[in-house]
T-cell receptor, first 112, second 117 residues
Framework: RKEVEQDPGPFNVPEGATVAFNCTYS??????FFWYRQDCRKEPKLLMS???SGNEDGRFTAQLNRASQYISLLIRDSKLSDSATYLC?????????????FGRGTSLIVHP | EPEVTQTPSHQVTQMGQEVILRCVPI?????FYWYRQILGQKVEFLVS????????KSEIFDDQFSVERPDGSNFTLKIRSTKLEDSAMYFC???????????????FGPGTRLTVL
């Protein structure tokens, strides 16, 4: 099983739609979780951290399910500008240290 | 707004040559990182650096790689003898504190695209 796994998509949705992405991780000792956004040929940018209780930032909601070892990202009222690749990042323990580990990303295309 | 900068934006080199990729982290940040992303693949952690020494490194970061903070502003990644499979985008990042903190953000530079021929 991959350490951090995401459905690569692409998710092709109309403007205004609600879309959800999941990410699973294999190491139950993982401590911190993040969603990053990466535009084509650009650097990753932090979208939001994921807290145990779940958290919301405007149209974006992140959830963590430790029992099932997955995190999710919900985007409401999709905009054209939301088109990007969404990267799940988990700090995975390895050899006693925490290593930031990225998923391959989920591609989102929002069309008019 | 402060940002991480990287030079060059694109580096082309011959197999076996040494390359040095340069980064200027955000000035009040204490932790520095290098990642690579092979075209079409995921971002992979290479190394983290704090207080003038390596904090963590991945299995990718073998003896061919080294990092240095030669002065108060630059942070460099050296690849001693490049291989074809080193072709990738290399991202530098910096953060105020250790990335374990959920409230801590890593800021990424725009990347250096390395092409090994």
């Amino acid at each position: 099983r991959k350490e951090v796994e995401q459905d690569p998509g692409p998710f092709n949705v109309p403007e205004g739609a609600t879309v959800a992405f999941n990410c699973t991780y294999s190491n139950s000792a993982s401590q911190s979780f993040f969603w990053y956004r990466q535009d084509c040929r650009k650097e990753p940018k932090l979208l939001m951290s994921v807290y145990s209780s779940g958290n919301e930032d405007g149209r974006f909601t992140a959830q963590l399910n430790r029992a099932s070892q997955y995190i999710s990202l919900l985007i409401r009222d999709s905009k054209l500008s939301d088109s990007a690749t969404y990267l799940c990042v988990v700090n995975i323990i390895r050899g006693g240290s925490y290593i930031p580990t990225f998923g391959r990303g989920t591609s989102l295309i929002v069309h008019p | 707004e402060p940002e991480v900068t990287q030079t060059p934006s694109h580096q082309v080199t011959q197999m076996g040559q040494e390359v040095i990729l340069r980064c200027v982290p955000i000035s009040n940040h204490l932790y520095f990182y290098w990642y690579r992303q092979i075209l079409g693949q995921k971002v992979e952690f290479l190394v983290s650096f704090y207080n003038n020494e390596i904090s963590e490194k991945s299995e990718i970061f073998d003896d061919q790689f080294s990092v240095e903070r030669p002065d108060g502003s630059n942070f460099t990644l050296k690849i001693r003898s490049t291989k074809l499979e080193d072709s990738a985008m290399y991202f530098c990042a910096s953060s105020e504190a250790l990335t374990l903190s959920i409230s801590n953000e890593q800021f990424f530079g725009p990347g250096t695209r390395l092409t090994v021929l």
